[in-house]
């Protein structure tokens, strides 16, 4: 049986900070990173469209779910502090006027590259799955064939199953006698009437609010770009209601996505615009919503309108009610598309059973989490998630300051 001071399940995001730290921490103990796939940091890979998105400094405690746990090693492993980390290992960043952090090659292998360079004296067995783990005379037994007396579990969630995050972490944790919550995907596309939404396949919004309704009372609005696609809706605004349609959904009666096509313009404002536009008589019908929104969806804003007159034969009453229609074009939606097409899990061990300070757990001595296995996730696009993944992995990679050689 091999044995070593400290290892970690899960060669991504925080599992590899986790080691990095910990070998800097305490260099004279051994370390090994256990990872199923072939080659450590693939998901990263696939971050920000293959550009990375490290980080947003307008990370804050409310842009995750269980906030008030995961604050503190938010605070301590801050934005600022998790790129002079970044900046340690040789990667230099960027911010974009959205307050996203990219690696300035603006490709994610430079991530990658940064993290992995960064692993001497530090062991990394891949293509390894951990199947079983037990408590074993004051330290852990992985798989019967490794031994050691710390355990980083970080082995992600259950988003993107192709990246390696097929959720086994969960039942590991269960060994070792936590609690996992439900799990939902989030930040994935949404499923809706393909009646409506595949006329408008390719068209994109730029700026848009979207509500989630269920009988009657809305629910999570979200601003941003969205994405009509000839199954549902993505895009950013759309994918950030993922999880709470999940959640709802679940408890039955049918659920609409009320979309304001034209946010930054008044009920009002469209109906002064469209009497303009009455009185002019300068459009044909299927270009008359140019002006405010693209034309196909001007088309079906029409077409749910139900208005059958030319421009110049509307009545007031018709102008009004294609104005609800652009403020609340509502589609019925059915889902998500699931953990396949989903960046990141929604739910994970209990925030409960893990001290907030350390990562350690409450329930099981010497035993950490980081990352996504726990039930903390950026509910935002834009950087949020990996914050998290390098905060927690950080945290946990101090081993709670009690580790000795």
């Given at each position: 049986?091999?044995?070593f001071?400290?290892?970690?399940?899960?060669?991504?995001?925080?599992?590899?900070v986790?080691?990095?730290n910990?070998?800097?921490?305490?260099?004279?103990?051994?370390?090994?990173?256990?990872?199923?796939?072939?080659?450590?940091?693939?998901?990263?890979?696939?971050?920000?469209?293959?550009?990375?998105?490290l980080?947003?400094i307008?990370?804050?405690?409310?842009?995750?779910?269980?906030g008030?746990?995961?604050?503190?090693?938010?605070?301590?492993?801050s934005?600022?502090?998790?790129?002079?980390?970044f900046?340690?290992?040789?990667?230099?960043?960027?911010?974009?006027?959205e307050?996203?952090?990219?690696?300035?090659?603006n490709?994610?292998?430079?991530?990658?590259?940064?993290?992995?360079?960064?692993l001497?004296g530090?062991?990394?067995?891949?293509?390894?799955?951990v199947?079983?783990?037990?408590?074993?005379?004051?330290?852990?037994?992985?798989?019967?064939?490794?031994?050691?007396?710390?355990?980083?579990?970080?082995?992600?969630?259950?988003?993107?199953?192709?990246?390696?995050?097929?959720?086994?972490?969960?039942?590991?944790?269960?060994?070792?006698?936590?609690?996992?919550?439900?799990?939902?995907?989030?930040?994935?596309?949404?499923?809706?009437?393909?009646?409506?939404?595949?006329?408008?396949?390719?068209?994109?919004?730029?700026?848009?609010?979207?509500?989630?309704?269920?009988?009657?009372?809305?629910?999570?609005?979200?601003?941003?770009?969205?994405?009509?696609?000839?199954?549902?809706?993505?895009?950013?605004?759309?994918?950030?209601l993922?999880?709470?349609l999940?959640?709802?959904?679940?408890?039955?009666?049918?659920?609409?996505a009320?979309?304001?096509?034209?946010p930054?313009?008044?009920?009002?404002?469209i109906?002064?615009?469209l009497?303009?536009?009455?009185?002019?008589?300068?459009?044909?019908f299927?270009?008359?919503?140019?002006?405010?929104?693209?034309k196909?969806?001007?088309?079906?804003?029409?077409?749910?309108?139900?208005?059958?007159?030319?421009?110049?034969?509307?009545?007031?009453?018709?102008?009004?009610?294609i104005?609800?229609?652009?403020?609340?074009?509502?589609?019925?939606?059915?889902?998500?598309?699931?953990?396949?097409?989903?960046?990141?899990?929604?739910?994970?061990?209990?925030?409960?059973e893990?001290?907030?300070?350390?990562?350690?757990?409450?329930?099981?001595e010497?035993?950490?989490f980081a990352?996504?296995?726990?039930?903390?996730?950026?509910?935002?696009?834009?950087?949020?998630?990996?914050?998290?993944?390098?905060?927690?992995?950080?945290?946990?990679g101090?081993?709670?300051?009690?580790?000795?050689?």
């Open positions: 049986m091999k044995r001071d400290v290892i970690i399940i899960g060669g991504c995001a925080s599992g590899l986790a080691a990095i910990a070998h800097r921490l305490y260099p004279e103990m051994s370390i090994a990173v256990v990872e199923k796939l072939p080659r450590t940091g693939k998901k990263i890979l696939a971050t920000g469209n293959g550009r990375c998105n980080t947003n307008n990370t804050r405690c409310g842009c995750y779910t269980n008030g746990f995961a604050k503190t090693a938010l605070e301590k492993y934005v600022e502090k998790s790129l002079e980390f900046s340690s290992l040789g990667l230099k960043t960027y911010t974009d006027s307050g996203r952090v990219y690696p300035t090659s490709t994610a292998a430079s991530v990658v590259d940064a993290l992995r360079f960064n001497d530090i062991e990394v067995i891949t293509g390894e799955a199947t079983d783990v037990k408590k074993q005379d004051g330290g852990f037994v992985l798989n019967n064939e490794y031994r050691c007396n710390y355990l980083i579990t970080a082995t992600g969630g259950k988003a993107s199953p192709s990246q390696g995050s097929d959720g086994s972490g969960y039942a590991l944790a269960k060994a070792l006698g936590h609690t996992v919550t439900n799990l939902y995907p989030a930040l994935v596309p949404l499923t809706a009437d393909p009646a409506v939404t595949k006329p408008l396949k390719g068209v994109r919004i730029h700026n848009a609010v979207i509500t989630l309704e269920k009988n009657g009372k809305s629910i999570c609005p979200a601003r941003g770009e969205i994405l009509f696609t000839d199954s549902g809706i993505s895009g950013i605004a759309a994918m950030e993922a999880a709470s999940e959640r709802i959904k679940e408890k039955g009666a049918d659920i609409f009320v979309i304001d096509l034209a930054d313009m008044s009920r009002e404002e109906i002064e615009y009497t303009v536009l009455r009185k002019e008589n300068r459009r044909d299927d270009s008359l919503l140019t002006g405010i929104i693209p196909a969806a001007g088309i079906a804003v029409l077409k749910k309108s139900g208005v059958k007159s030319t421009i110049s034969g509307f009545s007031e009453n018709e102008i009004k009610i104005s609800e229609h652009i403020k609340q074009f509502r589609i019925k939606v059915t889902g998500t598309k699931g953990f396949d097409c989903a960046q990141v899990t929604s739910g994970g061990v209990r925030t409960d893990i001290n907030n300070e350390t990562m350690e757990s409450l329930i099981c010497n035993l950490f990352g996504e296995i726990i039930d903390v996730d950026g509910i935002c696009c834009g950087g949020f998630n990996l914050q998290w993944a390098w905060s927690s992995g950080l945290t946990a101090e081993l709670g300051g009690k580790a000795q050689c």
